[in-house]
C-alpha cells in the first residue's frame, strides 16, 4: 500500500537552532517527491520538487534530499517566518498523489 | 500574475443541504485539482482534470459528490447532500500541464456542516 509518513508532527525550535524534518515514503514507483509550505488559512505553496535519489534542492534556509525511502528538509538557523506546516507529497509512477499528514514547525524568538 | 482562486473562502451549511465551490485556476494551466484537507491532516486527491476531462475520479465519493469543467477553465465541485463528515477545507491546485509536476494551490473554501 503507498504510504507517506512524515515526523515529527510537531517540532519547536528556538531561533538558530537547526534541525530537520523526515518524510518517509512506501510507493509502487517514485515519479517525484515534493515538499510545501502551509500557512494558517492557506493552501500549500511550493517549496521543491526531488526526483531520483541523491538529489538535493537549496533555498534559503532550506534544504531538501532524498534517499530511496526517505526525504529530509533540513532547516539551518531558522527564523521566527520559517513558522508552518510542512507538507511531503509524491507523485507515483502511476500518477498517483498522495501527501503526508505534516510536521508543524515553530520557531520561537 | 493572478493565482488560484476559490469562492467561497467559507461556507456554513446545515446537513442535507447541497453546496457547491468553485474554482479559476491560473491562466493556461491545463490540469486542475481538487482536494479535500481534514484538520490536522494533509490534502487528499478528490479530482484530478486534464482540460475538460476527468482523469482521475478515483477517490471522488461518487454518491453525493460531482464535479465538471466546462470549456477546460473553471471548475465547480457540488456536494449533495452533504453529511457532517464533509466538514473540511476543500482546496483547488492547478498546473501548467499533465507533464509539470508543481502545483500551484488557492487558499481554499473551508467547509463546515452542521
Known amino acids: 500500500e503507498d504510504q507517506v509518513t512524515q515526523s515529527p508532527e510537531a517540532l519547536r525550535l528556538q531561533e538558530g537552532e537547526s534541525s530537520s524534518l523526515n518524510c518517509s515514503y512506501t510507493v509502487s514507483g517514485l515519479r517525484g517527491l515534493f515538499w510545501y509550505r502551509q500557512d494558517p488559512g492557506k493552501g500549500p505553496e511550493f517549496l521543491f520538487t526531488l526526483y531520483s535519489a541523491g538529489e538535493e534542492k537549496e533555498k534559503e534556509r532550506l534544504k531538501a534530499t532524498l534517499t530511496k525511502k526517505e526525504s529530509f528538509l533540513h532547516i539551518t538557523a531558522p527564523k521566527p517566518e520559517d513558522s508552518a506546516t510542512y507538507l511531503c507529497a509524491v507523485r507515483t509512477t502511476g500518477n498517483q498523489f498522495y501527501f503526508g499528514t505534516g510536521t508543524s514547525l515553530t520557531v520561537i524568538p | 500574475e493572478a493565482g488560484v482562486v476559490q469562492s467561497p473562502r467559507y461556507k456554513i451549511i446545515e446537513k442535507k443541504q447541497p453546496v457547491a465551490f468553485w474554482c479559476n485556476p491560473i491562466?493556461?494551466?491545463?490540469?486542475l485539482y481538487w482536494y479535500r484537507q481534514n484538520l490536522g491532516q494533509g490534502p487528499e486527491l478528490l479530482i484530478r482534470?486534464?482540460?475538460?476531462?476527468?482523469?482521475?475520479d478515483s477517490q471522488l465519493p461518487k454518491d453525493r459528490f460531482s464535479a465538471e469543467r466546462l470549456k477546460g477553465v473553471d471548475s465547480t465541485l457540488k456536494i449533495q447532500p452533504a453529511e457532517l463528515g464533509d466538514s473540511a477545507v476543500y482546496l483547488c491546485?492547478?498546473?501548467?500541464?499533465?507533464?509539470?509536476?508543481?502545483?500551484?494551490f488557492g487558499p481554499g473554501t473551508r467547509l463546515t456542516v452542521l
Open positions: 482534470y486534464e482540460n475538460e476531462e476527468a482523469v482521475d
Open positions: 491546485a492547478s498546473s501548467p500541464s499533465a507533464g509539470v509536476d508543481t502545483q500551484y
Open positions: 491562466s493556461g494551466h491545463n490540469t
